[in-house]
């Protein structure tokens, strides 16, 4: 399972209402890619439809979907996000990640 902080879900619903998307109808599609600094890199999209692979989530009434490949490297993961004056925004907090780049967009196993 992926659970979303408060926080992510707030900017989650602000984002998707930006974009033209619904937060109580649509998705968060979250994946893992090869690339980035450590190998493999995080994606985050919105969508409005899901895939027969794909498996579905809900945590703080925000709708995640992921495909099975990357269901396997974000098993326990947390997406926060943080709006500081750092800037960060979105953060995946992996516990499968062993070595994560000094951005935290990629990791390795």
């Avoid at 109580?24 to 409005?48: A, M, Q, T, W």
């Avoid at 996000?81 to 062993?98: C, D, E, I, R, T």
């Amino acid at each position: 399972m992926i659970k979303v902080s408060e926080d992510a879900k707030k900017r989650i619903a602000h984002l998707m209402n930006e974009e033209g998307y619904d937060a109580v109808r649509d998705y968060v599609r979250v994946g893992v890619k090869s690339g980035g600094c450590s190998g493999l890199s995080y994606e985050l999209k919105f969508d409005n439809a899901t895939n027969e692979e794909d498996k579905l989530f809900e945590d703080n009434a925000i709708k995640l979907i992921v495909d099975k490949k990357s269901f396997l490297y974000l098993i326990g993961t947390t997406l926060e996000y943080s709006g500081g004056l750092n800037g960060k925004g979105f953060v995946f907090n992996n516990p499968n990640a062993q070595r994560t780049c000094g951005c935290g967009e990629s990791f390795s196993l």
